[in-house]
C-alpha cells in the first residue's frame, strides 16, 4: 500500500490513502525526512513477524520447561 503525505498539522500527517480517502497518523510514525508529497510505502515485514512468532513460541516454551 502506498500513501502520500498531503500536509501536516500540528503533530499529525494528513496523508492520501490510495482510495483518495484522508487520514491523520502521528507524525512520530514517519521516517525521518518525510515531508509534503512523500509517498510512503506500507507492507508486511514477512521475515521479521516470522522472527518475532518464532521467539515468542520459544519464550512460552520456556516458561513450561
Known amino acids: 500500500m502506498k500513501i502520500i503525505i498531503d500536509r501536516f498539522e ?7 490513502l490510495e482510495n483518495k480517502k484522508l487520514i491523520d497518523i502521528p507524525k512520530e510514525l514517519l521516517p525521518k525526512g518525510a515531508k509534503e508529497g512523500t509517498v510512503l510505502e506500507i507492507r508486511i515485514d514477512l521475515n521479521e513477524t516470522k522472527a518475532r512468532a518464532e521467539s515468542i513460541k520459544k519464550l512460552a516454551e520456556d516458561l513450561w520447561d
Do not use: K, L
Open 10 to 16: 500540528d503533530n499529525y500527517a494528513v496523508v492520501e
